[in-house]
């Protein structure tokens, strides 16, 4: 009996971010992709038009993944600075689950790749700043509380700092993990947001 055709996506998905984590520095082909997942190149474009719509299909995974979590923080807390800190641990978290998906938010596994997903990938990260500066200008009004920066420029350093991150996680070939010394950095960066 043939499997449904949204588990055989997932299943393509999940393969891809597999090996994705498994070759760091090297290219996935389409050959390679199904043989790994057991079908033939015909079945893998039945599901997936290409190989870009593949990789498109994990950043949506990953996009969807994050600021749906984002919104349940943004709701279960009004303290700024907590809502800073879950937010900033959530997607070093994920990325460190992750691996494979770190290389895709990392631009690693797109070098060749079509402009079309490092425009994806880099609208996560607009999104995101997007996200801190908004909570830094409701803490204005709610908190009574001013960033020493500019909220653009406390945004900005915050998400270097997370950006900084990924890209030792990636460069380590995954054995420097993002979420280490959390607590001391998150301490360093926490005294460092507002007046």
């Known amino acids: 009996m043939p499997r449904p055709r949204s588990n055989r996506r997932q299943e393509i998905l999940q393969t891809l971010a597999a090996m994705l984590e498994q070759t760091p520095g090297g290219r996935i ?5 199904a043989a790994q997942v057991g079908v033939s190149e015909a079945a893998l474009y039945r599901h997936f038009p290409s190989k870009a ?7 949506e995974y990953t996009e969807e993944t994050l600021f749906s979590r984002i919104s349940r923080i943004i709701e279960s807390t009004e303290e700024s ?5 879950q937010i900033l641990y959530l997607f070093l978290a994920f990325v460190e689950k992750n691996p494979g998906i770190s290389r895709l938010l990392n631009g690693d596994a ?6 079309r997903l490092r425009q994806r990938v880099s609208q996560i990260f607009d999104r995101l700043e997007t996200q801190l500066r908004q ?7 709610n908190e009574a509380r001013r ?13 270097a700092f997370v950006e900084g991150k990924l890209s030792q996680f990636v460069r380590s070939d ?4 993002p979420t280490s010394n959390w607590p001391e950095q998150w301490g360093l960066l926490r005294g460092s947001v507002y007046r």
């Open 53 to 59: 719509r593949m990789l498109e299909g994990l950043i």
């Open 81 to 85: 600075l907590v809502q800073c800190e």
């Open 135 to 141: 909570i830094f200008r409701e803490a204005e009004i």
């Open 110 to 115: 797109l070098t060749g790749e079509t402009d």
């Open 29 to 33: 082909t389409t050959a390679t992709l």
């Open 147 to 159: 960033t020493q920066a500019t909220v653009t420029s406390t945004a900005g350093v915050l998400l």
């Open 174 to 177: 995954f054995r420097l993990l």
